[in-house]
């Protein structure tokens, strides 16, 4: 009996063939350029083979809450806001050249109808990334800020995660949803405890036993 992983995977083979198979326009994204923008009604949606971009909000009262640098690889934008049509949810930007494929609505509805597959596809993607994201909301919500700086800084450590910061220090309290000024002060108390250490910009696991230890205990 066929399981959902391998359903999932010939559905995503179905949408990359009819992806290459199609003649869509490309669309070229300089560092800094959007791709989406909150709020934007979705035309149409971006195929990306491979790219960098920083994914963001700003909230009605102007506080801004960013979810970081994002490595991507075959990666769609806006399946979410097509299957819900809504406007978009998050600033998506470019942070590095990149060349996206341009999908229109009818096209990707009609593959989405060539076979059942494709569906099950984009629905493992997107319950994946709903986990992954309710994870780190829940983490957010239940520990206190030193455990989220303290473990995302331990995630970038052993690779979990991309191993990516910001240079200036108000972007990286964004991904926190915090102030400048408590950010530094975060940090500074990791450093006093000896968990971390500051490199140039960037921001490394000094003891990765005693960081864990220090994890547990939160």
């Keep these: 009996m066929t399981n959902i992983n391998d359903l999932a995977m010939q559905g995503f083979e179905i949408f990359r ?30 195929w990306v083979d491979s790219g960098q971009f920083t994914i963001g909000y700003t909230a009605n009262n102007g506080r801004n809450y960013s979810l970081g640098r994002n490595l991507v690889d075959k990666h769609l ?18 942070s590095e050249i990149v060349t996206a494929k341009v999908l229109p609505i009818k ?10 597959k494709v569906g099950i596809w984009i629905s493992q993607a997107l319950s994946s990334r709903y986990q992954t994201g309710m994870t780190m909301t829940m983490n957010r919500f239940l520990h206190p800020l030193i455990y989220n700086i303290a473990w995302d800084i331990q995630q970038r450590c052993i690779g979990a995660r991309p191993a990516v910061n910001f240079s200036h220090v108000y972007k990286e309290a964004e991904r926190f949803g915090c102030s400048e000024r408590v950010y530094s002060r975060v940090v500074n108390q990791l450093l006093d405890m000896d968990l971390i250490k ?21």
Excluded: W
């Excluded at 070229?28 to 979705?42: A, K, M, N, S, V």
């Excluded at 934008?77 to 470019?94: H, K, R, W």
């Design 17 to 46: 063939h009819e992806i290459e198979r199609q003649h869509l326009k490309s669309k070229t994204f300089q560092p800094h350029d959007y791709l989406l923008h909150q709020g934007q009604e979705i035309l149409e949606l971006f």
């Design 77 to 94: 934008f806006g399946e979410v806001e097509y299957l819900t049509s809504s406007p978009c949810q998050f600033n998506i930007q470019a």
């Design 107 to 116: 096209v990707m509805t009609a593959i989405l109808q060539l076979d059942s």
């Design 198 to 218: 500051k490199l140039g910009n960037q921001l490394h696991v000094k003891d990765l036993p005693k960081l864990a230890k220090f994890l547990e205990m939160k």
